[in-house]
Structures are given as structure tokens and as C-alpha cells.
């Protein structure tokens, strides 16, 4: 995706030649990428494919072996850059022996809200995650869904201009996965770039891009519309096969 010659942002994210290994494997390999402001970006790949390792990279919680990261132009890793994203992983780091409340509250102060705003911002989030009757309970007596909801609480709540997110709607039901959805697309529209990975095709159609991700590398980078012109496809998982299959020869940088 180029940029528009008259916007001066930098991307949200840039991706130069990324090689990440563990233990001599070659978990990410050459990857290039550009994220632009305000773009929902999905990945997609197989489990193992990489995924987790590649979001790591782009919100410089972990360090490249050879090539380079940016956010926002600034080089990563880079302590300040905490501040300006919202990351959710895949295992939930909370406080079981603390309420919810009080979760959002240790994690809103790290990020510096002040007490008036931290109220707010809590009973906000909460109320996008359909969390709020639950909010004084111990965390250890969530569900699964629950513990999920209150992870994407918190990597809204300081309204950081990037939010990476890990597979932010597992356990979570179709109605409300449905709503969290529209909230994500309402916080691009308002300007927030948004960096998610997902095994599920219909979430994956509601990205402005996709990122198809295999053995550490992009199979295709594009549009869902046009991922499904160019192979002919009527899904996304078609799509993702018949790409997969066109790649044996040679992998897209
Ligand atoms: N810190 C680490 N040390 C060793 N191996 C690692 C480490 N992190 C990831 N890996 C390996 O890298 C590969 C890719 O893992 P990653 O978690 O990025 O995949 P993924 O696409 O996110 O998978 P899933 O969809 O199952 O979450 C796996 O084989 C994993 O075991």
C-alpha cells in the first residue's frame, strides 16, 4: 500500500527484512510489511505459522535477529512507544486475586490516566467488553470469556493510537464478538490502526487488509475483496488454500 502523497503521517507500522529464529528454526523470514494509520490489519496463518512472533516484533515487545521495526517512524524496541499501543496477548496477564475493577485500575495507572479520567475510562471499556455487572468480582471466578473481555479492556482503556491484539474473540460468543467487532471498525474510523490475528474467516472479511501468513511468511498481502478476485475464491479460506498451494515455487515479500 502506498502513501498518499498528501498525508504526512508516518505508518503505523514498518516492516523491513524481519528475521526472528528460536533455537536455530527460522520462526519469521524476510518479512516486509507497511501498516498505515488508522488501517485494521488481520493475520492470518495456520497455528505455528508465526503469528504471535510477527505482532510481537511490530509492537517491539520482542527484538528482530536482522532486519528493522518502526512504529509510528520511531525505531523499535523502544520504551516510550509503550505508551502509544494497547497490546493484548493470547494468554491473559491479569491478577486473579483482584477484581476486574481493580485490574483496569493497575493497568490504567501504569499507563499514567489520572483519577478522574482512569473512572471513566474503566466504566467505558467495561462497557464495550459487556463487563460491567461483573466488574467488583475476583478475576479468579471469570470465565475464560470473561478473562478475554477484560484483556481487551484494558488494551483499550488508555486509547492508545495502535492496538495489537492476539486473537482478542476466543471464548467470546458470536453476539458479542459481533459487537467488539463493530467497535474495532468504529476505532479505525476514528483514526486508531489496529493490528489483529484471527482463525475466523468472518472476522477476517471485516479487515481492510489481510496479511496471509505461512512458515513465517506472507502467502499474500492484500484486500479480502481482492484476495478472493485473484484466486477466484467465494471465501477467505479458499482463498488462503489456493494460495498456499501457488506458493510452493516462491513466497510474496
Ligand atoms: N520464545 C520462543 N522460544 C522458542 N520457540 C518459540 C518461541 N516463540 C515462538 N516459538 C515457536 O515459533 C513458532 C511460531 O509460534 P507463534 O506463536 O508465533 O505461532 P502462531 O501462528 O501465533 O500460532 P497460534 O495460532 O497457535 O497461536 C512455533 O513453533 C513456536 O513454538
Not at 502523497?5 to 520462526?27: C, G, K, M, Q, Y
Not at 483514526?191 to 468472518?202: A, E, K, L, Q, Y
Request: aromatic share 6%; with cysteine.
Amino acid at each position: 500500500m502506498s502513501v498518499p502523497l498528501e498525508s504526512s503521517l508516518p505508518p503505523a507500522i514498518v516492516l523491513d527484512e524481519v528475521t526472528r529464529s528460536f533455537n536455530h528454526r527460522t520462526i519469521i523470514d524476510h518479512v516486509s510489511l507497511t501498516v498505515q494509520q488508522g488501517e485494521l490489519f488481520g493475520l492470518l496463518g495456520p497455528s505455528g505459522s508465526g503469528k504471535t512472533t510477527l505482532i510481537k516484533l511490530m509492537a517491539g515487545i520482542d527484538r528482530a535477529d536482522s532486519g528493522s521495526a518502526h512504529m509510528f517512524g520511531v525505531h523499535l524496541p523502544k520504551l516510550e512507544m509503550l505508551h502509544r499501543f494497547g497490546y493484548m496477548a493470547q494468554s491473559d496477564a491479569l491478577y486473579m486475586e483482584l477484581s476486574g475493577r481493580q485490574n483496569m485500575a493497575f493497568f490504567g495507572k501504569l499507563y499514567g490516566l489520572k483519577r478522574a479520567v482512569l473512572k471513566q475510562r474503566i466504566e467505558e471499556a467495561a462497557r464495550l467488553v459487556n463487563l460491567t455487572e461483573h466488574l467488583n468480582k475476583q478475576v479468579a471466578a471469570y470465565s475464560g470469556g470473561m478473562k478475554r473481555r477484560l484483556s481487551l479492556a484494558i488494551a483499550l482503556m488508555h486509547q492508545p493510537s495502535l492496538l495489537v491484539l492476539d486473537e482478542p474473540t476466543v471464548g467470546i460468543d458470536p453476539v458479542l464478538r459481533r459487537s467488539i467487532w463493530q467497535e474495532l471498525r468504529s476505532l479505525a474510523a476514528q483514526g486508531t490502526t489496529i493490528i489483529v490475528t484471527t482463525h475466523v474467516m468472518d472476522e477476517a472479511e471485516k479487515c481492510d487488509r489481510l496479511g496471509l501468513i505461512r512458515e513465517g511468511r506472507f502467502i499474500a498481502v492484500d484486500t479480502p475483496a481482492n484476495l478472493l478476485a485473484q484466486t477466484g475464491s467465494s471465501s477467505i479460506e479458499e482463498a488462503f488454500i489456493t494460495l498456499g498451494t501457488r506458493m510452493e515455487g516462491g513466497a510474496v515479500r
